[in-house]
């Protein structure tokens, strides 16, 4: 079973910045992509950012240039490092991971989400 624990969400002020983590534990497929999904109050959840095995990153335009999104492989890790925040930032953030099974079966497995929340 995949399990995902995301961590270092908290209250940041505009400007500031914070490091999410996520550990992923089970099985990993090599064909697999890892992501950070964002849902504020009253809106649908959205991609922010997302990363393949081959560390091709696709980001939200709204991110672009302020948050990155890494991986490491050693400790199957994934990690959104987000600068310059801003209020509209502000919603519960979560970890997604994908396994490629075959061209038309993936699995998704999500975490619990940890709260980001930027004051103005």
């Known amino acids: 079973q995949v399990q995902l624990v995301e961590s270092g969400g908290g209250l940041v002020q505009a400007g500031g910045s914070l490091r999410l983590s996520c550990a992923i534990s089970g099985t990993i497929f090599s064909n697999n992509t890892m992501a950070w999904y964002r849902q504020a109050p009253g809106k649908q959840r959205e991609m922010v950012a997302s990363i393949t095995g081959r560390s091709s990153t696709n980001y939200a335009d709204s991110v672009k240039g302020r948050f990155t999104i890494s991986r490491d492989i050693a400790e199957i890790t994934v990690y959104l490092q987000m600068n310059s925040l801003k209020p509209e930032d502000t919603a519960v953030y979560y970890c997604?991971?994908?396994?490629?099974?075959?061209?038309?079966?993936?699995?998704?497995?999500w975490g619990q989400g940890t709260q980001v929340t930027v004051s103005s």
């Open positions: 997604m991971l994908t396994n490629v099974v075959t061209a038309r079966v993936r699995k998704d497995y």
